[in-house]
């Protein structure tokens, strides 16, 4: 055996590789555990760092449902020393729906209920939980009231599910109320919004997290102003989510600049809108998730006059508006196209390097549009508009690949580009004409269109249209404004972008006979 292998160090980084390789081999979860138990039975020096791989992170109850001491009645049985072997060693738990047998569960619950208090937490060195409703199907309720049996001091990060709070027993509260006294030392806390229309816990969730005086990353729905106030004055916060549903309270204030990252998921434009009006932030990264229904468009551009105004445009460097259907993030694809009096909105903030608006409809966009959005914003490193939304593909698209030129002329820094066009037009005029006695390498770099950025080797199109008449011309004029460009990522029309991708390819490896540049 090499020495190397030897170091702890390195079989942990090995077996981590293998936990959360892209491996075709082991993209399947189940064939990459049996390699790690395969591993942890090979010898004495792979077992502790294969089963720390294999047990680090658990996204069910079923490994533990199979190593817990059912009939154990002390500390001292050995069953509880193998359960903690394995338990000791898990520091990620989504608590999901088990797979085993009603009889194990209940099994498993009634044993829990008389576990010795020396023995919990169950997973004492637990650092992240993910805790879902409902894990046991035979369990009285919800499945709130197990979680005081898994939290303890470790815990830093913790992801709530609830949905029927109205449905939850006081014992269920009273286990939610008591978490900030289970995990003191949270700093990460989502709770995933409610999805009931007549009620919303923000009372709750309020009463809970001004207990966690370490938060930086929150996740909830709006609480009420003094909640609010409160969490603010302490400036520990650095990423703020807030959901914002039909009865949730206004916040009128600004938000501190230390929240950097600012995310803001309305229910409506309506409500996404009152949110905006009376709050202020400073973060260098927004995310907005609005549900919006069709025909809105012009109620849209109003809402977002608002963000110049209530979003400090000078520090501000990464933007995402995303249309949804719920507060879920869910993409709707029908709605938001953008045009002219967004264009303007969007154009205030010069400081942006990533502007995230891939969900949009780009459909009424002209290359003009874009020229006016990429002169704004020369300082964007990442670009998405419009490949995401499956609607472009009924609308003929306004732009053409001289849109493509102009955004790189602009934008010179781009390393990430997602645009849509209408690729059956031909890119726009050439200063020189192939050359049948030029170098095939050079033929790209003679066609003037006046840019070149080596930045980028991967493009997406999504939908964008192509025709077999352009299919030479766009790739000539992809390699000379893209000349490292690789790869083309598209969802419609595979076969033509594929086609795209492999001539740009030969253009490297110089095996493109001339004969496939006669339309160009």
């Known amino acids: 055996m090499h020495h190397c292998l030897h170091i702890s160090e390195v079989l942990s980084l090995i077996f981590q590789f293998i936990r959360h390789s892209h491996n075709p081999r082991y993209r399947r979860p189940s064939v990459a555990k049996k390699t790690l138990v395969s591993l942890a039975r090979t010898c004495h020096l792979f077992s502790s760092p294969a089963l720390d791989a294999l047990w680090h992170d658990l996204d069910s109850f079923d490994p533990l449902l199979k190593k817990f001491p059912i009939a154990a009645c002390s500390v001292n049985d050995p ?59 035979a369990f009285e309720d919800s499945g709130i009231s197990l979680l005081r049996y898994f939290v303890g001091p470790t815990v830093t990060t913790i992801t709530l599910s609830l949905v029927h709070w109205l449905a939850y027993s006081p014992a269920e509260l009273a286990v939610l109320a008591d978490l900030p006294k289970l995990c003191p030392n949270v700093t990460s806390l989502s709770i995933l919004p409610c999805l009931s229309r007549d009620y919303e816990p923000s009372r709750e969730v309020g009463r809970m997290v001004t207990q966690w005086p370490r938060l930086r990353s929150l996740r909830m729905c709006a609480v009420a102003q003094p909640v609010m106030e409160q969490l603010f004055s302490r400036r520990t916060l650095e990423s703020l989510h807030i959901d914002y549903l039909k009865l949730s309270p206004v916040y009128v204030g600004r938000i501190p600049d230390t929240v950097y990252e600012f995310t803001l998921a309305a229910a409506s434009l309506s409500l996404g809108t009152r949110f905006l009006e009376t709050a202020h932030a400073s973060p ?34 990464s933007l995402t508006i995303q249309p949804t259907s719920s507060t879920m993030g869910i993409p709707t694809w029908r709605t938001l196209r953008l045009r002219g009096p967004l264009v303007l909105v969007l154009v205030e903030f010069r400081a942006l390097r990533e502007l995230d608006l891939d969900s949009l409809c780009m459909a009424q966009m002209s290359d003009d549009d874009y020229v006016c959005l990429a ?28 849109a493509v030129i102009a955004v790189l ?42 840019v ?28 000379s404004i893209m000349p490292c460009l690789v790869k083309i990522e598209c969802i419609a029309w595979v076969e033509e972008w594929r086609l795209v991708q492999n001539i740009l390819r030969s253009y490297d490896d110089g095996q493109i006979g001339w004969c496939g540049l006669d339309s160009i």
């Open 79 to 137: 069953q509880w020393s193998t359960f903690r072997k394995y338990a000791e060693r898990v520091k990620i738990f989504r608590g999901h729906e088990a797979h085993v047998p009603e009889q194990v569960k209940e099994e498993f619950i009634y044993s829990l209920q008389d576990c010795p208090e020396s023995c919990l937490p169950l997973l004492p060195n637990i650092i992240e939980l993910e805790w879902s409703e409902l894990p046991f199907s």
């Open 375 to 402: 002169g704004s914003l020369t300082q964007l490193r990442s670009l998405k508009l419009g490949t995401a939304n499956p609607s472009i593909m009924r609308p003929r698209q306004a732009a053409s690949v001289g």
């Open 452 to 479: 070149s950025n080596r930045h980028i080797t991967k493009l997406c199109v999504g939908y964008s249209p192509i025709g077999d008449a352009t299919i030479n011309a766009i790739a000539c004029c992809f390699k």
């Open 409 to 450: 002329r602009c934008c010179q820094h781009l390393e990430t580009l997602h645009v849509v066009f209408d690729g059956s037009m031909s890119p726009p005029g050439r200063s020189t004409t192939p050359d049948s006695k030029a170098a095939l390498s050079d033929l790209p770099l003679r066609q003037g269109w006046g």
């Open 284 to 317: 260098t990264k927004a995310r907005l998730l609005i549900g919006m229904h069709e025909g809105q468009e012009e109620d849209v551009e109003k809402t977002c006059q608002l963000l110049p105004h209530h979003l400090d445009t000078s520090r501000l460097l």
